[in-house]
């Protein structure tokens, strides 16, 4: 998958191309600030589609964070559907203006995948976890730990992109996915790990260390 290596992801000239051609032939057609405009939209779509290289932790107990963001929930919970025990939770928030490449949160083997159609609520509400569209995502690590993180469609983010599949071995901070236009990533951990992060702190996909598992 050499692509992901790419400063922008295969996924985002989907957008970028169609916005560019059209730029260009008006261009020929209307006025200079309608031109300007369309040319403002590309560079944006360039920059929401960016795929930055991340700094990963080497120490091997470490959780990094999915996303980039704002943690908009930390705490408690009780995860009924896959765990079905209680959990340590941790919500990321992912405005427009975040990179919105997702990782690996730590090393392991993916043990499932499960696609959810759903709703688009705004991804900062608490209702949708539970509600949107999502991709859950269910990782087992080499001593049995296991990890469930969630890829939640928001408002305007329709289309929800995973690049690996169930039976993967997979690197903590390895770029598996992306949220088109605003999103959400929630991650579940065991009780028992070292929390290192909290509500409204902001968080870098593959490089912010959210936790250490005990």
């Given at each position: 998958?050499?692509?992901?290596?790419f400063p922008i992801v295969k996924e985002g000239f989907l957008f970028i191309i169609p916005f560019l051609l059209l730029t260009v032939i008006l261009a020929f057609f209307v006025p200079v600030?309608?031109?300007?405009?369309?040319?403002?939209i590309n560079l944006f779509l360039i920059f929401f589609f960016r795929n930055p290289k991340r700094v990963i932790p080497d120490h091997e107990r470490a959780v990094v964070a999915p996303a980039d963001g704002r943690v908009i929930h930390a705490g408690r919970w009780t995860e009924d559907q896959?765990?079905?025990?209680?959990?340590?939770?941790i919500s990321i928030f992912m405005s427009v203006f975040n990179v919105h490449v997702n990782?690996?949160?730590v090393s392991g083997t993916i043990i499932d995948i499960i696609y959810k159609k759903g709703r688009f609520f705004s991804a900062n509400f608490n209702k949708a976890s539970q509600l949107n569209e999502r991709n859950i995502l269910l990782l087992e690590t080499k001593d049995q730990k296991e990890i469930l993180f969630i890829q939640i469609a928001g408002?305007?983010?329709?289309?929800?992109?995973?690049?690996?599949?169930?039976?993967d071995s997979v690197l903590k901070g390895q770029r598996f996915g992306?949220?088109?236009?605003?999103?959400?990533?929630?991650?579940?951990?065991?009780l028992e790990t070292r929390i290192k992060v909290k509500v409204g702190q902001r968080v870098k996909g593959g490089e912010t260390i959210m936790g250490y598992l005990e």
């Open positions: 998958m050499r692509y992901i290596e600030y309608f031109t300007f405009f369309f040319a403002l896959f765990l079905k025990r209680s959990v340590f939770k990782r690996i949160p408002f305007i983010a329709r289309r929800i992109v995973c690049w690996i599949k169930k039976g992306l949220i088109c236009f605003g999103s959400r990533v929630d991650i579940f951990l065991p």
